[in-house]
């Protein structure tokens, strides 16, 4: 199984972009569903989770501008992102963690945001 990410692009300070992640096939066990970012020179970072049972968790910076979702019959996660930053400018992975503890990471799509 694979995830698939889609969303990225070019926007203007301010502006909203919504990222969606969907899984190629049915994963069993999912208990975690979430988005990483990784920024030019630095590591890899959490911005937001969902679990199954709807409880979510932010990266401060993104709190009140970002909006984590999902569907579980769908097995997808979705990320709204509003009034952007410069600094939100990164690779966005999607994540999923099953009860197992298996992992699985989407490739990746690149948010640029300009000022």
């Known amino acids: 199984v694979q995830l698939q990410a889609s969303g990225g692009g070019l926007v203007q300070a301010g502006g909203s972009l919504r990222l969606s992640c969907a899984a190629s096939?049915?994963?069993?066990?999912?208990?975690?569903r979430g988005w990483y970012r990784q920024a030019p020179g630095k590591e890899r970072e959490l911005v937001a989770v969902?679990?199954?049972?709807?409880?979510?968790n932010y990266e401060d910076s993104v709190k009140g501008r970002f909006t984590i979702s999902r569907d579980i019959k769908k097995d997808t996660v979705s990320l709204q992102m509003d009034s952007l930053k410069p600094d939100d400018t990164a690779v966005y992975f999607c994540?999923?963690?099953?009860?197992?503890?298996?992992?699985?990471w989407g490739q990746g799509t690149l948010v640029t945001v300009s000022s």
């Open positions: 994540h999923v963690k099953t009860v197992y503890g298996r992992i699985y």
């Open positions: 096939g049915k994963i069993v066990g999912v208990n975690v």
């Open positions: 969902i679990m199954n049972n709807g409880l979510t």
